[in-house]
T-cell receptor, first 110, second 115 residues
Framework: GNSVTQMEGPVTLSEEAFLTINCTYTATGYPSLFWYVQYPGEGLQLLLKATKADDKGSNKGFEATYRKETTSFHLEKGSVQVSDSAVYFCALWGANNLFFGTGTRLTVIP | SQTIHQWPATLVQPVGSPLSLECTVEGTSNPNLYWYRQAAGRGLQLLFYSVGIGQISSEVPQNLSASRPQDRQFILSSKKLLLSDSGFYLC??????????????FGPGTRLTVL
């Protein structure tokens, strides 16, 4: 079946620190992979996506590379800002639905 | 461009009362529509999805129901709310073609508190 496992958190970082949020998946075939971000009190927004192996999705300084050999799609950012504080969800597309991880709460302190 | 609306934004209801949450999409036709619930501190749970008017698929057994009376309208209902129905309810529509295929676009959500 399809499932996503992501680092639980919460994660607290100082401004300008390096961020990694781990995400691994189980799926049949070659699913598209996504990172969504949820800012406080809001709905989810698509942050980035990758549709095939070795693709790199990037947006707003965040990056994630689709690694088929390790079934992973880790989210990274070189220098986080206070405004990046949010909950981040990894997701995969399969069986005509999106399957989400449980989310990782990131807090960036000045 | 496409937009998705949800209302109300917040709702406080007593246990046993009915519920109706509405979601409408503009700027697209025949979208796939989804209802998710996010309980406090937890991830997203898919509740219902619909591929067309009157077509509803339920993912989890519960006291909630969904209806799609019009192409771009998706309603989440309950006859009698439970405390466990509290949460953040998100509606989403799915991109159907081009570069946005299999992406989902979310509404602003409704925060429901059942007391």
């Amino acid at each position: 079946g399809n499932s996503v496992t992501q680092m639980e958190g919460p994660v607290t970082l100082s401004e300008e620190a390096f961020l990694t949020i781990n995400c691994t998946y189980t799926a049949t075939g070659y699913p598209s992979l996504f990172w969504y971000v949820q800012y406080p009190g809001e709905g989810l927004q698509l942050l980035l996506k990758a549709t095939k192996a070795d693709d790199k999705g990037s947006n707003k300084g965040f990056e994630a590379t689709y690694r088929k050999e390790t079934t992973s799609f880790h989210l990274e950012k070189g220098s986080v800002q206070v405004s990046d504080s949010a909950v981040y969800f990894c997701a995969l597309w399969g069986a005509n639905n999106l399957f989400f991880g449980t989310g990782t709460r990131l807090t960036v302190i000045p | 461009s496409q937009t998705i609306h949800q209302w109300p934004a917040t709702l406080v209801q007593p246990v046993g009362s009915p519920l109706s949450l509405e979601c409408t999409v503009e700027g697209t036709s025949n979208p796939n529509l989804y209802w998710y619930r996010q309980a406090a501190g937890r991830g997203l749970q898919l509740l219902f999805y619909s591929v067309g008017i009157g077509q509803i698929s339920s993912e989890v057994p519960q006291n909630l129901s969904a209806s799609r009376p019009q192409d771009r309208q998706f309603i989440l209902s309950s006859k009698k709310l439970l405390l466990s129905d509290s949460g953040f309810y998100l509606c989403a529509w799915q991109g159907m073609g081009g570069s946005s295929y299999n992406e989902q676009f979310f509404g602003p959500g409704t925060r429901l508190t059942v007391l």
